[in-house]
């Protein structure tokens, strides 16, 4: 008896995951892939992207790939930076739809049937999903993550805008977050790739390479859906909320966002930088010191460091505009 013709589906979704000296996490990462659920009727894939690791990355993607029977690839980017990395995952993919997440997230179970229900469903190209949080310890008394004084707000650790699906708006930060964001694969064709001087870089924080790219396809006339049930969790450990971590990440932040926007020469500026920003930096700094609850203490400080790095950008590009 003659065994019927094996068909070949189409692919349907690439996953592609970004990572830099992370194998531990990224182990995690992967072993959470293992309980999601894929119709079986549906070509997917997993493109792990290393930026140059230099721990045992390789190793244990190699490993997960040869134990497991989830479509994973791996590819080397030795050029830093992470918009670099996901340049060369859209450039590899081969799926109709693309998605984007990190290296230290998990899955929901539903997460894949949620990004294919919804391209199906809703006639829009880009989409984003839901990211929650998971405290390895208690939230410290100088943190708030909700209120007038959110410390997270705009971080990868939490993005819930809740349980509804709807069209982005300015109240859900405009635009989905790198971390939990997918796209019909024409939306980024035309779109074209992540900006290669935002985002982080190796040991150094950054970012905007997400808002950025999805900014210049809400100037194509496209729209943004939020997907409510495609979920990933966000493990938040105490390492990850120190002080100074979120100081110099919000620090360097700022001076992607700088980079990120069109240069504005008929600003009103002193040495370069818009005016503007010498008042609210002083303002920042005044509230940040007189301030005695701790939490509004440390989102003003966060303020305040954002500020300066916005300085120093603006001083900088100014520096090299008239220089040429």
Same mark, same amino acid.
């Given at each position: ?60 993607v190699q490993r997960y790939i040869k134990n497991n029977k989830i479509p ?72 708030? !993550?909700? &209120?007038? /004084?959110?410390?997270?707000? *705009? ?6 805008? @809740?349980?509804? #699906?709807? =069209? ?21 064709? !035309?779109? &074209?790739? /992540?900006?290669?001087?935002? *985002? ?6 950054? @970012?905007?390479? #997400?808002? =950025?790219?999805?900014?210049r396809m809400l100037k194509l006339g496209r729209k943004f859906m939020y ?29 992607? =966002? ?67």
């Amino acid at each position: 008896m003659q065994s019927p013709p094996v068909l070949k589906l189409r692919m349907k979704l690439s996953v592609i995951i970004c990572t830099y000296n992370r194998s531990v996490i990224l182990e995690k990462t992967l072993k959470s892939l293992e309980q999601v659920e894929v119709p079986r009727d549906v070509a997917w894939e997993v493109l792990i992207i290393d930026n140059g690791s230099t721990d045992n990355t390789s190793e244990v993607v190699q490993r997960y790939i040869k134990n497991n029977k989830i479509p994973v690839f791996y590819f080397l980017e030795a050029a830093p930076g992470k918009s670099t990395a996901l340049n060369l995952g859209i450039q590899k993919s081969r799926g109709e739809i693309i998605a984007f997440t990190d290296d230290d997230v998990l899955f929901d179970k539903n997460w894949v049937n949620a990004i294919l229900n919804a391209v199906s469903k809703y006639p829009y190209s880009a989409f984003g999903g839901r990211i929650i949080a998971l405290w390895g310890a208690p939230i410290p008394s100088w943190l708030s !993550s909700d &209120g007038r /004084f959110n410390s997270l707000r *705009g971080t990868v650790f939490f993005r819930d805008d @809740g349980e509804v #699906d709807r =069209e982005y708006n300015e109240t859900m930060m405009g635009v989905p977050c790198g971390a939990n964001m997918f796209f019909r694969r024409e939306a980024i064709k !035309s779109n &074209g790739f /992540f900006r290669t001087d935002l *985002g982080p870089s190796h040991h150094v924080p950054g @970012g905007s390479e #997400d808002t =950025e790219f999805c900014s210049r396809m809400l100037k194509l006339g496209r729209k943004f859906m939020y997907v409510a049930n495609a979920i990933i969790y966000h493990p938040v450990e105490a390492e990850k909320i120190s002080p100074r971590d979120l100081l110099r990440w919000r620090y360097y932040c700022a001076k992607s =966002e700088v980079r990120a926007r069109e240069f504005n020469n008929s600003m009103n500026r002193i040495c370069g930088v818009p005016r503007y920003l010498f008042r609210q930096f002083i303002s920042n700094f005044a509230i940040w010191l007189m301030s005695i609850n701790s939490s509004k203490r440390f989102f003003f400080k966060l303020k305040t460091y954002y500020t300066c790095g916005e300085i120093i950008e603006h001083r900088s590009i100014y520096k090299g505009a008239i220089s040429k």
